[in-house]
């Protein structure tokens, strides 16, 4: 007797788990649901290392803009390449007056002397992945929001003197990891409180 009247506490106690257990398992997946966005410009290259190597390869007073477009630096075809002409390659290199000329790289300072058949590409490519983490409800209803930023960015200028290169120059960030996170106590109802006190 005794066993069969604990199998009804028994099933109830396992029936009263199964819900405690589903919405535990709810909860932590719900991270999972939080929002997660990309910011990637259109480019040839996979990560910083690949556009590096492409740079590597152009040779000032020797690559042509011809070699240029098949390594897919043509501004026609990449839409990420901005043309600066002489008067923006001018405030580029010489922003003030008091800036000497001659203690220019000869490449840049042999563009300044081709005056308008001076020009230069300037790329600027960025690769960012934003993941919201932490306690999903917090989250969603603006009291904490916690944001993982990692990705890569990569600049380069290169100056054409007559469809020639004869003068580059690269940068950026190889890798890119930031942390954001934002306290908002009053939640959702921040924004109305502002609101009623202007």
């Keep these: 007797m005794r066993g069969i009247c604990r199998t009804p506490v028994r099933r109830r106690r396992a029936a009263t788990r199964i819900p405690i257990a589903v919405a535990a398992a709810v909860i932590a997946g719900c991270s ?40 897919k630096l043509d501004p026609a075809s990449n839409p990420n390449i901005t043309i600066l002409n002489y008067s923006d390659v001018l405030r ?26 001076c020009q230069g590409y300037e790329i600027d490519h960025r690769v960012l992945r934003r993941n919201r983490y ?42 890119i990891h930031e942390h954001e996170e934002s306290d908002t106590p009053l939640g959702p109802l921040q924004g109305a409180g502002e609101a009623i006190f202007r």
């Design 32 to 71: 999972a649901l939080l929002p997660r966005s990309e910011a990637i410009t259109d480019s040839p290259w996979q990560s910083f290392e690949e556009a590096q190597r492409a740079f590597e390869q152009i040779v000032p007073h020797k690559t042509t803009v011809a070699d240029l477009k098949l390594m």
């Design 134 to 175: 932490g306690n999903f409800w917090a989250d969603i209803f603006n009291f904490k929001r916690k944001v993982d930023v990692v990705g890569w960015r990569f600049n380069a200028v290169v100056l054409i003197t007559d469809d020639v290169v004869v003068y580059k120059l690269t940068g950026g960030q190889p890798a």
């Design 92 to 117: 580029r290199f010489i922003p003030s007056p008091s800036i000497d000329a001659s203690s220019l790289d000869a490449g840049v300072q042999e563009c300044v002397r081709a005056a308008t058949r």
